[in-house]
């Protein structure tokens, strides 16, 4: 039994794109497996995760993609909680298939980052739609917050 907390609880959401209104990224988050978010043509695309007053430390990101529509090859660019700066933490390659998929994340080992992370960008690089399109179900992330 872990001790991770749902860490969107704590945060705003940011996309690179929208389809159209009724695929918005409301959707992402809604906990409702009939409803999505869903970007417009062209790579690369984003989600973005500002914690609003929260320092974190992300553990697991799980994401339901529906096939044909999955960001392959994801980079999450990590801003830490002094620093405006966007780096480059790690990456996840997604299968494309249509179940959720889940993604141990490392640990914030390195020195400025040991301090929580403010924000967390969500690069998709490729993805298996020949235009580019994600089209994202559902969307979680645990962690922690970090104290002192």
């Known amino acids: 039994m872990s001790d991770f907390i749902s860490l969107l609880d704590l945060a705003t959401l940011k996309v690179s794109s929208?389809?159209?209104k009724s695929v918005g990224k409301r959707h992402?988050?809604?906990?409702?497996?009939?409803?999505?978010?869903t970007s417009q043509q062209g790579l690369p695309q984003y989600i973005?995760?500002?914690?609003?007053?929260?320092?974190?430390?992300?553990?697991?990101?799980?994401?339901t993609f529906q096939g044909?529509?999955?960001?392959?090859?994801c980079v999450l660019h990590a801003q830490s909680s002094t620093s405006q700066e966007w780096k480059i933490w790690?990456?996840?390659y997604p299968e494309d298939v249509n179940r959720q998929q889940a993604?141990?994340?490392?640990t914030l080992d390195e020195t400025e980052w040991k301090s929580g992370?403010?924000?967390?960008?969500?690069?998709?690089?490729?993805s298996s739609?020949?235009?580019g399109r994600i089209t994202v179900y559902d969307l979680s992330l645990e962690g922690r917050i970090v104290t002192a």
Do not use: Y
Request: hydrophobic share 45%; with cysteine; net charge negative.
């Open 68 to 73: 044909g529509f999955v960001g392959t090859r």
């Open 117 to 126: 992370l403010a924000a967390l960008k969500l690069v998709f690089e490729e």
């Open 90 to 92: 790690t990456n996840v």
């Open 18 to 20: 929208t389809l159209d």
């Open 103 to 106: 993604f141990d994340l490392p």
């Open 129 to 131: 739609d020949f235009f």
């Open 48 to 63: 973005q995760i500002n914690f609003k007053e929260s320092r974190v430390q992300p553990a697991r990101l799980s994401l």
């Open 28 to 37: 992402l988050v809604d906990k409702s497996p009939e409803t999505c978010w």
